[in-house]
């Protein structure tokens, strides 16, 4: 079982960075593949980034790549996300989920475990 808790949402204008932190408890975090889902007022959750259990793999949607930078310490039981050159349409609850495979997915339904979002608000 793993508890998740996203931190370092806020409201920036277009341009800056923020850097969300996804704290993990319990046994299985360095078992598990991490990621970063968003979803947007009515809109599904999307994927944004996935990282391997060992961290030597990532992988970023299109809409953020070479913007975003999935990372995790698991020594620390956390996993992080570096956005910089924010736009508006990131927008959004940041997820981060966890799933007990070392492989990262870019389905939503994969993903076992879920925090309860953080919000990113970027003005234009």
């Known amino acids: 079982q793993v508890q998740l808790v996203e931190s370092g949402g806020g409201l920036v204008q277009a341009g800056a960075s923020l850097r969300l932190s996804c704290a993990a408890s319990?046994?299985?975090?360095?078992?598990?593949?991490m990621g970063w889902f968003r979803q947007a007022p009515g809109k599904e959750r999307e994927f944004v980034a996935g990282i391997s259990l060992s961290g030597s793999l990532t992988r970023y949607s299109d809409s953020v790549a070479g913007r975003f930078t999935i990372s995790r310490n698991n020594g620390r039981n956390s996993l992080y996300l570096q956005m910089n050159n924010l736009k508006s349409e990131d927008t959004a609850v940041y997820y981060c989920?966890?799933?007990?495979?070392?492989?990262?997915?870019?389905?939503?339904?994969?993903?076992?475990?879920w925090g309860q979002g953080t919000q990113v608000t970027v003005s234009s």
């Open positions: 989920a966890g799933r007990q495979l070392w492989a990262i997915s870019m389905n939503r339904n994969d993903y076992m475990y």
């Open positions: 319990g046994r299985t975090f360095s078992n598990s593949a």
